[in-house]
């Protein structure tokens, strides 16, 4: 599998509300070490790391090792197939709640 080839599904990744967390605090900062991503949380650092492994795996997390360190920042890119799937599913609803009031305004006359 090549890196730009991701071994998660990005769904299944946004699917824990840790996670989602976690990629919101990465959206606010440009690059954040694990220790303070650990401290945000009411968890040890192995469980954080293992969601950083999941969203990593999804292409979600980009991380690199300075010193001893490593540090993590978002990818967001991979979140475009979400934002893809719900304005598929926003014209949806909005061509069927047009239709509706279609309706319901000629019943009315």
Aim: hydrophobic content about 40%; charged content about 30%.
């Amino acid at each position: 599998m090549n890196e730009n080839q991701s071994s998660r599904d990005v769904f299944d990744a946004i699917a824990d509300p840790t996670r989602r967390r976690l990629i919101r605090l990465l959206a606010e900062a440009e690059e954040l070490p694990l220790h303070e991503l650990t401290a945000k949380f009411q968890m040890g650092r192995t469980a954080v790391s293992k969601h950083l492994t999941v969203l990593r795996e999804a292409g979600l997390v980009l991380d690199r090792k300075v010193g001893r360190e490593t540090r993590f920042r978002l990818n967001a890119a991979p979140l475009r197939e979400i934002q893809d799937w719900v304005t598929y599913y926003n014209k949806f609803w909005h061509s069927n709640l047009t239709r509706l009031n279609q309706l319901l305004e000629e019943e009315d006359k």
